[in-house]
């Protein structure tokens, strides 16, 4: 079945240096993909989203790629802080997903920790 | 606005007992899901409504029930709970109905069945 997958299940960064976090997808069918922030104790923050038809997307800090050859999504966060620290999950959705449109799935996670 | 929220907070239940969990958003928004998060794991899809007036099963719906109450409340019930069924329960609300939708979610709900 299709999933999305993370290369790292952690990944430690000094502050002001800059965060790359991977995703891997499995169905060429997918069309969207939002990217996550969870802090501890919350519900997941949306962050930046990007469609298929677009291969770049840029936010305040944060960058979406995405390589629809090699199935591969990163999230870059510039100049990391602090606060940055948390779990980032991506996610991915395609068309009629089981008959239903808009069913979102998520990767396992990618903790970020910041270190001052 | 309060966004979408969440009661109750946290719960533990014994095997058997049954509760409903319940959802709210001040949005307007027209679709709304419910997931569960379990240590280590993504978030699943348990149900979601589309509309107001329509539930869908999504990827584990075994255990559970919904019932979109009005455009503002969905509410998940657990008939007779399990410890398989203890993990963190998030709702989220989409503005509309199609894919191209950022999701906003509640803050959970921590369950603990014994």
């Known amino acids: 079945g299709e999933s999305v997958g993370l290369h790292l299940p952690t990944l430690s960064v000094q502050e002001g240096d800059n965060s790359i976090i991977n995703c891997a997808y499995s169905?060429?069918?997918?069309?969207?993909f939002i990217w996550y922030k969870q802090e501890s104790g919350k519900g997941p923050q949306f962050i930046i989203d990007?469609?298929?038809?677009?291969d770049k997307r840029q936010g305040q800090r944060v960058t979406v790629l995405l390589n629809k050859t090699v199935k591969h999504l990163s999230l870059q966060i510039a100049a990391t802080q602090p606060g940055d620290s948390a779990v980032y999950f991506c996610?991915?959705?395609?068309?009629?997903?089981?008959?239903?449109?808009?069913?979102?799935?998520f990767g396992k996670g990618t903790k970020l920790s910041v270190k001052p | 606005n309060a966004g979408v929220t969440q009661t109750p907070k946290f719960q533990v239940l014994k095997t058997g007992q049954s509760m409903t969990l319940q959802c709210a958003q001040d949005?307007?928004?027209?679709?709304m899901y419910w997931y569960r998060q379990d240590p280590g794991m993504g978030l699943r899809l348990i149900y979601y409504?589309?509309?107001?007036?329509?539930?869908d099963k999504g990827e584990v719906p075994n255990g559970y029930n919904v019932s979109r109450l009005n455009k503002r409340e969905f509410s998940l019930r657990l008939e007779s709970a399990a410890p398989s069924q203890t993990s963190v329960y998030f709702c989220?609300?989409?503005?509309?109905?199609?894919?191209?939708?950022?999701?906003?979610f509640g803050p959970g709900t921590r369950l603990t069945v014994l």
């Open positions: 949005m307007n928004h027209n679709s």
């Open positions: 990007i469609r298929s038809n677009m």
């Open positions: 409504s589309a509309s107001e007036g329509t539930t």
């Open positions: 989220a609300s989409t503005p509309g109905r199609g894919v191209y939708n950022e999701q906003f």
């Open positions: 169905n060429s069918a997918s069309d969207y």
């Open positions: 996610a991915e959705t395609f068309g009629n997903y089981g008959g239903s449109q808009g069913n979102l799935i």
